[in-house]
């Protein structure tokens, strides 16, 4: 009986093994991310620009510039998207709100105490 134990485990143990890692074992991802800063709204500067390159003629404005966390920016596109009436998205640190709402973010954003300026035009 013994010796089956010690079979299992010797066969559980092969089985997760490392047989080379050069930085050690990668067991926590979330240390290895690079670090984002968490400014407050005062202290980052946004752009605005309405686009249409790669959108198919759709307008889209994009928000960039941010330096904060994803929570954050997940909330702030939620009050953007009501405060436009339309949809958006977060996509790697831009905000994307549909159509044309430039002035309104601008508006908007300043409001959030955003510093903000519109491009592009």
Do not use: W
């Given at each position: 009986?013994?010796?089956?134990?010690n079979?299992?485990?010797?066969?559980?143990?092969?089985?997760?093994?490392?047989?080379?890692?050069?930085?050690?074992?990668?067991?926590?991802?979330a240390?290895?991310?690079?670090?984002?800063?968490?400014?407050?709204?005062?202290?980052?500067?946004?752009?605005?620009?309405?686009?249409?390159?790669?959108?198919?003629?759709?307008?889209?404005?994009?928000?960039?510039?941010?330096?904060?966390?994803?929570?954050?920016?997940?909330?702030?596109?939620?009050?953007?998207?009501?405060h436009?009436?339309?949809?958006?998205?977060?996509?790697?640190d831009?905000?994307?709100?549909?159509?044309?709402?430039?002035?309104?973010?601008?508006?908007?954003?300043?409001?959030?105490?955003?510093?903000?300026?519109?491009?592009?035009?």
């Amino acid at each position: 009986m013994a010796s089956k134990q010690n079979s299992n485990s010797a066969q559980n143990s092969s089985k997760n093994r490392v047989i080379y890692s050069e930085f050690g074992q990668n067991t926590d991802s979330a240390a290895l991310e690079r670090a984002k800063p968490d400014l407050p709204p005062a202290q980052q500067n946004l752009k605005i620009e309405a686009s249409r390159k790669g959108r198919k003629g759709k307008t889209v404005t994009v928000i960039s510039g941010f330096q904060t966390s994803n929570e954050t920016l997940e909330k702030l596109v939620k009050q953007l998207k009501t405060h436009c009436g339309s949809g958006g998205t977060l996509k790697e640190d831009m905000i994307e709100i549909q159509g044309d709402h430039a002035q309104k973010l601008l508006e908007m954003l300043t409001k959030l105490g955003y510093k903000a300026k519109i491009s592009g035009r």
